[in-house]
């Protein structure tokens, strides 16, 4: 296992048109998370998963965000009727469950461009 | 809302130099951990600190957590170019049930020669 896969790495798009990326994680980790970071700022949370549950979403993840995870190991994060202010980095990370460390390890990222 | 806040927000000094980074956090967390991010690219784990007091040192780097300051530092010694990047601070605003990390505004660090 080599960490937590990312795909497609760059994504160039219209405004309106809709988008899905996947996100692989690290195969025995049961955790799975969604941030988007744009220029100059830290990653911002967008939603969590455990196994299949998706746990919490962040405000900032609006009626045109959903993400699935629907069989506990890969999940898909697709955005409706993009528009220019979506173009950022997604980045997906993964963690394991239980006792104190919980630390999370980060894909490559999809780098969103909407035009 | 947890909030983390980082200082300097750009860092820029000369090889040899020692330097820290700080990092503080509004609410009760001891779990907290450093990225580094090279442009372009993904966040590499680099420290994870889980206790007051803990500290961690990996070459030139040395983390630091007060969970009581509510204070992380990450200390830098005689820099070389190749830390040249950005640094993230990440808290955990663990609830029990879920965890999900919190993280500053970032630190860019450039090293010159």
């Known amino acids: 296992d080599t960490g937590v896969s990312q795909d497609p790495r760059h994504k160039i798009t219209k405004r309106g048109q809709n988008v899905t990326f996947r996100c692989d994680p690290i195969?025995?980790?049961?955790?799975l998370y969604w941030y988007r970071q744009t220029l100059g700022q830290g990653p911002e949370f967008l939603t969590y998963f455990q196994n299949e549950a998706q746990l919490e979403k962040s405000r900032l993840l609006s009626d045109r965000f959903s993400a699935e995870r629907p069989k506990g190991s890969f999940s898909t994060l697709e955005i409706q009727r993009t528009e220019q202010g979506d173009s950022a980095m997604y980045l997906c990370a993964s963690s394991l469950t239980g006792g104190l460390n919980t630390e999370a390890f980060f894909g490559q990222g999809t780098r969103l461009t909407v035009v | 809302e947890l909030k983390v806040e980082q200082n300097p927000l750009f860092l820029s000094m000369q090889e040899g130099k020692n330097y820290t980074i700080y990092c503080n956090y509004s609410t009760t967390s001891d779990r907290l951990y450093w990225y580094r991010q090279d442009p372009g690219k993904s966040l590499e784990s680099l420290f994870v600190l889980l206790s007051n007091g803990a500290v961690k040192q990996e070459g030139r780097l040395m983390a630091s957590l007060d969970t009581k300051a509510r204070l992380s530092t990450l200390h830098i010694t005689a820099a070389v170019h190749d830390l040249s990047a950005t640094y993230f601070c990440a808290v955990d605003g663990y609830t029990g049930t879920a965890s999900k990390l919190t993280f500053g505004t970032g630190t860019r660090l450039q090293v010159t020669l």
């Open positions: 195969s025995e980790h049961n955790r």
